[in-house]
């Protein structure tokens, strides 16, 4: 007889089941919340690093597009330079100042700018190119004009600028050779070359920052902030007064080639306007006196008859020359150089640059040849700098800025908004008219590391 047992779970296990449960759904429990907050932090490392690089990305964006909008400053102040059809060039044409062409241009969602400082005002630059004829050519400069461009420069930098151009000769007992600079840490040679850039300067003995740059540290031609202090003590920089590129080709207004008065031609001298009383007095001049040093020379003086009055002189001035070569570097721009570079040309005093500033800046003035400085110099004073100097320009200097932002909108009161902050990219070129097969750009930097050049928010004005 087969004996059936009934199987009853214990007491004890039955009675502990509900318990383990309960601790097993804790742990598990935990263990979810303990994920779900690993996941709620690596996803918030996650979009914290997906903002980085979304900010990263937008920042190189930003300043992709300023660099291209630099670039149409370049673009559109080179197509300015090649299309101006005005045969002599002053500091009032547009292209040396017009706020409405060069400031704050927008396109797309930045803005781009074309300034150029002036060395006269220390307020504001101006807006628009820098022509390079207004200043001191480093190739063709005296040491007298070296030594007069700047109160601090010594005779060893000066003598040392004619040495690292010159081939051979003797520029002075202080230029620095190339012996001095091979005993340099690191070494190097002389040049013994023309200067090809104006940063060539860095390399001569005894040249100081405080002589290259001056006063103006961010090459903006007024004073910032920072920069109070030390225009109490320092002028301009070489940096803004000098040029490696100015050349002006030695023919009239016109495009005719001049008549030299030192070979007498009497039909080129006819071709030139000359009376045939006023040929036959330069001829006799040359018999009696030798050749002419300059143009302004036609006016008389120590001595010698005048072959020219000062009303043909201002007619006939543009049409002759005493220099045989077809073309002549480092002229200076009598109309557009500043107060220093003024007062480097041979002769110079401060009473007379400030008269020739005063007269160039007279609403209509004619300043189309050297023949209109007769008004402010007497004929000794002209002959002085005549051969130096020039009324045209065919090399110019772009400073251009590009910035992301709103552009500046001028209201009722006269202040607008500027927008939101953003990218800047800020660069230095050289455009020459002159460059063969075509005109070009000869000379490119970026100075972005300079900083931004002018408060966008202050507007064109001072």
Request: proline share 7%.
């Amino acid at each position: 007889m087969s004996m059936i047992v009934e199987s009853r779970p214990h007491r004890a296990t039955a009675a502990a089941s509900p318990k383990a449960a309960a601790r097993r759904q804790g742990v598990a429990l935990i263990i979810v919340l303990w994920v779900m907050m690993i996941l709620t932090v690596l996803m918030y490392a996650f979009l914290g690093d997906m903002q980085v690089e979304y900010s990263l990305a937008g920042s190189y964006g930003d300043e992709k597009k300023a660099e291209q909008l630099a670039w149409s400053a370049i673009d559109f102040a080179t197509t300015v330079a090649i299309n101006n059809t005005k045969k002599w060039h002053a500091l009032t044409d547009e292209w040396s100042n017009d706020y409405t062409a060069f400031f704050e241009i927008p396109v797309g969602d930045g803005v781009y700018t074309v300034f150029h400082p002036t060395y006269d005002d220390t307020v504001s630059p101006m807006w628009g190119l820098e022509d390079e004829a207004s200043k001191i050519n480093l190739n063709t400069a005296t040491k007298a004009m070296l030594m007069n461009l700047n109160p601090n420069m010594t005779e060893q930098m000066a003598e040392s600028i004619l040495a690292w151009r010159q081939k051979g000769g003797n520029p002075g007992p202080q230029g620095a050779q190339s012996s001095y600079y091979q005993a340099l840490n690191p070494a190097y040679a002389a040049k013994n070359q023309p200067f090809e850039s104006i940063e060539e300067l860095n390399y001569i003995a005894g040249m100081t920052q405080e002589v290259l740059y001056g006063w103006d540290a961010n090459l903006n031609g007024f004073n910032d902030p920072g920069e109070l202090y030390s225009a109490q003590h320092l002028p301009p920089g070489l940096f803004g007064l000098v040029t490696v590129w100015s050349v002006d080709p030695n023919v009239s207004l016109a495009g005719k080639a001049r008549a030299n008065i030192n070979l007498p031609n009497a039909q080129q001298l006819q071709q030139a306007g000359l009376t045939q009383a006023e040929i036959t007095a330069l001829q006799s001049t040359l018999r009696t006196s030798g050749p002419f040093l300059s143009i302004a020379h036609l006016l008389g003086g120590r001595g010698v008859a005048p072959v020219l009055t000062t009303a043909r002189f201002k007619t006939l001035a543009d049409k002759l020359t005493v220099n045989p070569a077809a073309t002549i570097p480092g002229l200076v721009n009598i109309n557009t150089a500043p107060m220093p570079v003024l007062l480097a040309l041979p002769g110079m005093t401060q009473d007379l640059a400030s008269k020739i500033i005063a007269q160039r800046m007279a609403v209509g003035a004619n300043l189309s040849s050297i023949g209109w400085l007769t008004d402010v110099l007497s004929a000794p004073q002209l002959q002085q700098m005549a051969n130096s100097i020039t009324c045209r320009s065919y090399q110019f200097r772009i400073n251009a800025v590009g910035r992301i932002g709103t552009p500046y909108t001028a209201n009722a009161t006269g202040d607008g908004p500027v927008g939101r902050p953003g990218a800047m990219k800020r660069m230095m070129a050289v455009v020459d008219l002159l460059a063969s097969p075509q005109p070009r750009l000869v000379y490119w930097k970026d100075m972005t590391k300079l900083g931004m050049p002018y408060d966008p928010s202050a507007g064109p004005g001072p």
